[in-house]
């Protein structure tokens, strides 16, 4: 079971890393890190680096596809040579799945055309432009697509879909290796209590780090 993630600069690490340490631990699982080009890609703030070991070419055809979002996902949206992989790749996975603003990205593929999806509260109303019905929930199932509101979301999804690929036996297993028991110490996760304060301390931060 081939896994893709793809890498680019701008991602939001916890993206991709809080699935990789989901969908990495099912049995046969083949995690490839795929990229425009191989090499390093950074964090908008430079401070963290990934590796990409593919170029897009080298992985055509995976079985699950993950694109994370972050600030540079915007911009990817409309590389043509990014969302025509994701485009082409969706023709024969069994699960095309995005994070945060990763869904801006499989929009741009044409992935969300008619299907409700989610993703990062500061993008939601974008998805409209993409053909997408925007859904405040933290992970839409649509057939084969699945989408993931904001960062931490990411492991809720990678969880319910690693129930859906191996059973739940073998998703609550992954969850007690990880120990992922959420107790935030605020009730400070949803748009929909914050402050306006709040939110232009979130929107000002977003080129760090």
Not at 147 to 175: F, N, P, R, Y
């Amino acid at each position: 079971m081939e896994i893709a993630f793809l890498l680019f600069d701008g991602i939001t690490p916890l993206d991709a890393i809080g699935p990789f340490e989901v969908l990495g631990k099912l049995p046969g699982a083949r995690v490839k890190m795929v990229g425009k080009t191989k090499g390093e890609v950074r964090t908008k703030g430079q401070s963290l680096a990934m590796i990409a070991d593919h170029a897009l070419a080298e992985v055509p055809k995976p079985d699950i596809l993950l694109v994370p979002g972050g600030p540079g996902a915007d911009a990817l949206a409309e590389d043509s040579a990014v969302t025509g992989w994701v485009a082409k790749a969706h023709e024969t996975t069994t699960w095309t799945t995005s994070v945060c603003t990763g869904a801006l990205i499989l929009g741009g593929a044409g992935v969300l055309q008619g299907l409700k999806a989610t993703t990062h509260w500061r993008v939601m109303k974008d998805l409209a432009a993409f053909g997408a019905i925007p859904t405040d929930r933290r992970v839409v199932f649509e057939g084969k697509v699945v989408t993931a509101a904001g960062v931490s979301s990411g492991i809720d999804m990678a969880l319910t879909l690693a129930a859906e690929i191996a059973g739940e036996d073998v998703a609550k297993a992954i969850q007690l290796g990880i120990e992922y028991a959420p107790e935030p110490p605020f009730d400070a996760g949803h748009i929909g209590n914050a402050t306006d304060e709040r939110i232009e301390m979130v929107r000002s931060g977003l080129n760090r780090p």
